[in-house]
């Protein structure tokens, strides 16, 4: 995994536009050895193909694959704007981050750093930031960005009969994670826990909390609090903010009237409903042709073929970590980490659902705009 330093960054920079945004980060480049002289050719003639704008206020200027030849060493350099570059098409840019690297490792590069800057509140961290050690931090994913939520967090039929044996064994497996002290089991078990409906109660704490986790309990028989139904608990120990996307999930699944999948679900699925977008439509798998597999060019011309259409569409990677995520944002489509020969899984729902996936299907077997 890229390690970045406080060297890899420059503060308070400032550009006219993003062809000089981007001769600097070129510049930067060379001069650290990273890159042969001529390397800027590639990263103009790359934004000229495609803009790197990834959303967030980010971009990702790189060369095009013939200019590899040029690059000593993988690395970047990090320019923060404060004041913002216009990148075209209404975009500014707060955050660029020029990237040098050989064969495929760019791949990792993108996957690494999307998945951090696609998290919740992550812009606005990096525009507040005003050390170098900062952003290095948060680029570095030092912040947490997700929840702990595995199978061992999950307990099943367990034999409670009461609420309080409910939350004090989800509490008791986020000790054993090492992610709440003493004090945070007690403060947990004594607040009353809330009731979300459809016999999902959620039990929260955040004292002693070293680590956002979340566990979940179902009792093997249900039985009733205060003449409400007891199904399940989801208890929350929270230190900062890497457990809202998985509210979102759970409040999908309220809304929708389905907690009864969570109720049903086994340990695996339990984790996937409370930690992955999931949705119910058409599905199609394709392979990826493209030799450097979806970099930023092909990554874009995915998106812009998903966007094209009313329904919501997810996709996965099959030789990835198999997490769905939005098709339609080019952050979170770069952060699958998608290669040569990698199979993606689609899923869309609504009206053009079909039409969706057809295009989509038509476009991955035209090379995504690098040719067949």
Not at 144 to 168: G, N, R
Request: hydrophobic letters at 40%; proline letters at 3%.
């Amino acid at each position: 995994m890229l390690s970045l330093s406080i060297n890899d960054i420059q503060l308070e920079q400032s550009a006219g536009n993003k062809e000089q945004a981007i001769k600097a980060l070129a510049s930067a480049l060379e001069q650290s050895g990273l890159v042969a002289t001529g390397y800027v050719n590639g990263m103009l003639a790359r934004e000229a193909q495609n803009s790197t704008f990834l959303g967030n206020g980010i971009a990702i200027p790189h060369g095009t694959t013939d200019t590899r030849g040029l690059v000593n060493q993988t690395g970047v350099k990090i320019h923060h704007f404060p004041q913002g570059v216009n990148w075209g098409d209404g975009k500014t840019v707060y955050l660029a981050i020029g990237i040098a690297a050989k064969s495929d490792e760019h791949l990792g590069i993108l996957k690494q750093l999307t998945k951090v800057l696609s998290a919740d509140g992550v812009e606005q961290k990096l525009k507040e930031s005003k050390s170098a050690e900062g952003v290095i931090a948060i680029l570095n994913g030092e912040d947490q960005i997700d929840a702990d939520f595995d199978t061992q967090l999950v307990q099943l039929d367990f034999p409670a009969t009461d609420l309080l044996q409910l939350t004090a064994v989800a509490a008791g497996m986020i000790k054993n994670k090492q992610a709440l002290g003493t004090e945070g089991v007690a403060s947990m078990v004594a607040a009353e826990p809330t009731y979300l409906g459809q016999g999902l109660w959620v039990a929260k704490t955040d004292t002693a909390v070293t680590r956002t986790t979340l566990s979940f309990v179902k009792p093997s028989q249900p039985f009733e609090h205060y003449g409400q139904p007891v199904n399940a608990l989801l208890a929350v120990a929270a230190c900062n903010s890497a457990h809202v996307q998985n509210l979102k999930h759970l409040t999908s699944l309220l809304y929708n009237q389905q907690v009864n999948k969570l109720l049903t679900a086994d340990n695996d699925k339990v984790v996937s409903l409370l930690t992955e977008e999931t949705l119910e439509g058409s599905e199609a798998t394709f392979q990826i042709r493209n030799p450097h597999g979806l970099h930023a060019r092909p990554g874009a011309m995915l998106v812009s073929t998903a966007k094209g259409f009313e329904s919501n569409i997810l996709v996965a990677n099959l030789d990835g970590e198999g997490k769905s995520v939005n098709a339609k944002s080019l952050m979170k489509v770069i952060a699958l980490g998608v290669k040569h020969s990698h199979k993606l899984h689609f899923v869309a729902q609504g009206p053009d659902a079909d039409a969706a996936l057809a295009a989509i299907g038509e476009a991955i077997a035209n090379g995504l705009g690098e040719g067949k």
